[in-house]
């Protein structure tokens, strides 16, 4: 099986531009999480998607975020105007029901925005 | 606030030699997760141990639980350059779903 897949790897954004970043869960998992680490705060929740529905985005920075799920095979996380701050790697990771909590995440989207 | 923190920043240590990371906890759990993130790479799982067990091995991996203090060690015996990477502790409040993870440790492990 393919493990969560995430494109683009990279992406350079200009200051004030948009991003939009991939996700391909396993197949079979209903659970969707996005994340995102930094040097300084490491491993930061974002959101959660379970069986396509939006359940929490508690940690999504309000104005300029937002995630989607419009079917079972892909999530996509939007940022608007992006701002150097948003320079991170974006992490989406999958979970099947029943599974413990256990993540399984794919290789994270470097987004750098100059 | 962190749910689970790791102990120490980072370790260093030579191909061969034994290491442990150890990990403190904040609330009730039901299970801990050690997960290992190599450069470039996501993290990934290598141990998720209940609150109802007190050890958990994988290979030359060995998780510890000790829910009346709060703590988890992760030990790696025989370690390699390859053991290179982050090491997180991970847990969810019990009956939760958010996984929140520690700050990690950074283990090198020299030739």
């Known amino acids: 099986n393919a493990g969560v897949i995430q494109t683009p790897r990279h992406k350079v954004t200009g200051k004030g531009q948009e991003a939009t970043l991939w996700c391909e869960p396993i197949?079979?998992?209903?659970?969707v999480f996005w994340y995102r680490q930094t040097i300084v705060q490491g491993l930061e929740f974002l959101t959660y998607?379970?069986?396509?529905?939006?359940?929490?985005d508690s940690g999504m920075p309000k104005e300029r975020f937002s995630a989607q799920m419009p079917n079972q095979s892909h999530s996509t996380l939007k940022i608007q105007s992006t701002q150097p701050q948003d320079s991170a790697v974006y992490l989406c990771?999958?979970?099947?029901?029943?599974?413990?909590?256990?993540?399984?995440f794919g290789e994270g989207s470097r987004l750098i925005v100059v | 606030s962190q749910l689970a923190e790791e102990n120490l920043w980072a370790l260093s240590v030579h191909e061969g030699e034994s290491v442990t990371v150890n990990c403190s906890y904040k609330?009730?759990?039901?299970?801990l997760q050690w997960y290992r993130q190599k450069s470039g790479e996501g993290p990934a799982q290598l141990i998720l141990?209940?609150?109802?067990?007190r050890e958990k091995r994988n290979g030359r991996l060995r998780a510890t639980l000790d829910t009346s203090s709060q703590s988890s060690s992760l030990s790696i015996t025989a370690t390699r350059c390859e053991d290179t990477a982050v090491y997180f502790c991970?847990?969810?409040?019990?009956?939760?779903?958010?996984?929140?993870f520690g700050s990690g440790t950074r283990l090198l492990v020299s030739p």
């Open positions: 991970a847990t969810a409040r019990t009956g939760g779903y958010k996984v929140v």
């Open positions: 990771a999958s979970s099947s029901p029943g599974g413990g909590n256990t993540l399984y």
């Open positions: 609330t009730s759990i039901t299970a």
């Open positions: 197949s079979g998992h209903s659970a």
């Open positions: 998607f379970r069986n396509q529905a939006p359940i929490d």
């Open positions: 141990i209940r609150s109802n067990e």
